[in-house]
């Protein structure tokens, strides 16, 4: 059973930064294809960035330049860097395998406002 725990939300003014982390379950971890996702309230979950096992990444075009995600595999454990936040960055932020709809935890509640 492969589960998540997102942690490192806030509240946050814009331009600040927040990191979150997203703990693993699970001795495969490293083998994972890892995924950001958000939800904003009235709105689609949404994918921001995504990290192969080998390293590559890549983001939504809302985020580039300002969020950086990151993994470490002996601790089971994938990143989210935000910087240079703005209002509409304000969501639930999950983590999960890449395309799998099960295994999604509590998200943790980032909210950028002044």
């Known amino acids: 059973q492969v589960q998540f725990v997102e942690s490192g939300g806030g509240l946050v003014q814009p331009g600040g930064s927040l990191r979150l982390s997203c703990a693993a379950s699970?001795?495969?971890?490293?083998?994972?294809?890892m995924g950001w996702y958000r939800q904003a309230p009235g709105k689609q979950r949404e994918l921001v960035a995504t990290?192969?096992?080998?390293?590559?990444?890549n983001y939504v075009d809302s985020v580039k330049g300002r969020f950086t995600i990151s993994r470490d595999n002996a601790k089971n454990t994938v990143y989210l860097q935000m910087n240079s936040l703005k209002p509409e960055d304000t969501a639930n932020y999950y983590c999960?395998?890449?395309?799998?709809?099960?295994?999604w935890g509590q998200g943790t509640q980032v909210t950028v406002s002044s």
């Open positions: 999960n395998i890449f395309g799998v709809d099960d295994y």
């Open positions: 990290m192969r096992s080998d390293g590559t990444t």
């Open positions: 699970g001795s495969i971890f490293r083998f994972y294809f």
